[in-house]
């Protein structure tokens, strides 16, 4: 794999983790504390976000087929990327209220569109385009190097930002990175060498085309390994979105602790697993890698839900880590061996909805449920609450061997 295509691939991975990462929890806490403060609002931007997304994806990625490019969209869309995260910030002028929250619901589902066009779809079917079953994995280890490089950034610096400079200059800066990266990104990519093939059907003839049954038939593997991709992300988000809230109200671990061993988990489990891993998935294999990392994430999701030490909590989160990032790894590059090449933008938009609209939904339902039935009752900051328990980790650590059952169908390439 050249310089140029590395680096294209690693900046504007890393451009488009730091605008999702502020999409998808810093844009709710901005319309929370500074539009309104009512959970309702952001699970309705929310919800929209996530319908915006699968849909936008498929739909532009399929028009990205048709044209045969990806250039444009790469560079131009992060452009446009960049700019819709800069206006969010202004709906805090518009009165009432009301109209303010409608207001940012709607510039959310904006930035999607041109989040998930720029992203879900060019970019994965890009990323597939100029790599090689022989180098993918190694192209998804620099994705999930840059994702945990994004996470760090975002998470780590955030707070202090938001609460020393405001809203404004913390998403103009975000803003900045997202642009720097994207314009230096798609400034260094190259148009695919391999043709794309193109055909007269429109778009949506195009799709119908390939959900049909004999299409899905012959896309089978790639099915199952979709299918496994959604397990995994439903059974992971039991705990995920209630991490901090079990360290911090649970184990009473304070937010200084958490960070350290957050900040050092990510590192080791993300940043210095990453790239590890997509040689070894090139190596081996994607199958054995991916039924690896369940084993792996079960075992110590179950040990996590017993540690109450802080170092023993940093061991096994990092271990949890560590098998997130194989599997994102192994089944990312899986995933993409199997896009039928003349659709790839397409099928990247099926990609993008197993695993968003089939994981983030219901994966923190099950949570809540499990909270609900297995949790503490407590007042947390004058008001009621629950305090997730450890089952979640139990719960999560038993659904996440579901996975199991597509990967033993899917075939490798």
């Keep these: 794999m050249k310089a140029r295509i590395s680096i294209s691939l690693f900046l504007l991975g890393l451009g488009g983790q730091i605008a999702w990462a502020i999409e998808n929890q810093f844009f709710n806490t901005f319309l929370y ?54 206006v969010i910030p202004m709906a805090e002028w518009i009165k009432p209220v009301i109209v303010a929250a409608w207001m940012v619901i709607i510039l959310d589902s904006v930035m999607t569109f041109f989040g998930s066009t720029s992203y879900d779809a060019v970019y994965n079917a890009y990323l597939t385009d ?50 720097l990266s994207g314009v230096i990104g798609g400034i260094a990519a190259v148009e695919p060498q391999r043709a794309i093939v193109t055909d007269s059907k429109s778009i949506v003839k195009r799709i119908r085309g390939s959900l049909n049954m004999q299409a899905l038939r012959h896309n089978k593997n790639l099915l199952y390994v979709l299918l496994a991709i959604g397990f995994w992300g439903m059974a992971f988000n039991v705990f995920f979105p209630y991490l901090l809230i079990y360290l911090k109200h649970f184990l009473k671990i304070d937010i200084a602790t958490s960070s350290v061993i957050i900040a050092v988990s990510i590192f080791i489990g993300g940043i210095a697993a990453s790239i590890p891993a997509g040689i070894i998935a090139d190596k081996i294999g994607r199958k054995p890698v991916a039924i690896f990392a369940v084993i792996l994430i079960s075992f110590s999701l179950i040990a996590f839900s017993y540690a109450r030490l802080p170092i ?102």
Excluded at 47 to 67: P, Q
Excluded at 156 to 162: D, L, N, R, T
Excluded at 392 to 405: D, G, K, N, R
Aim: proline fraction near 5%; charged fraction near 10%; aromatic fraction near 14%.
């Design 312 to 413: 023993a909590i940093g061991i096994l989160a990092t271990l949890w880590i560590i098998a997130q990032t194989i599997w994102t790894v192994a089944t990312g590059a899986w995933s993409k061996d199997l896009f039928p090449e003349e659709r790839r933008g397409e099928f990247a938009g099926y990609f993008t909805l197993f695993y968003v609209a089939f994981t983030m939904i219901p994966g923190p339902l099950i949570g809540a449920i499990v909270a609900d039935r297995w949790g503490i009752r407590a007042t947390i900051d004058g008001k009621p609450g629950i305090i997730p328990t450890p089952e979640i980790f139990v719960v999560s650590a038993v659904l996440i061997l579901i996975t199991i059952i597509p990967l033993l169908f899917a075939q490798e390439q």
């Design 130 to 179: 100029v790599t090689t079953d022989a180098n993918r994995g190694k192209a998804q280890g620099l994705l999930s190097l840059a994702t945990w490089i994004a996470l760090l950034l975002v998470y780590g610096a955030s707070g202090q930002i938001v609460e020393s400079m405001g809203y404004f200059f913390f998403f103009g800066a975000a803003g900045a990175l997202v642009l």
């Design 33 to 86: 504390d500074i539009i309104i403060p009512d959970p309702q609002y952001v699970s309705i931007m929310v919800a929209l976000s996530a319908v915006t997304a699968t849909v936008t994806a498929i739909i532009m990625g399929a028009f990205s087929d048709s044209i045969g490019k990806r250039k444009p969209f790469l560079l131009y869309g992060y452009l446009a990327w960049s700019v819709s995260i800069w």
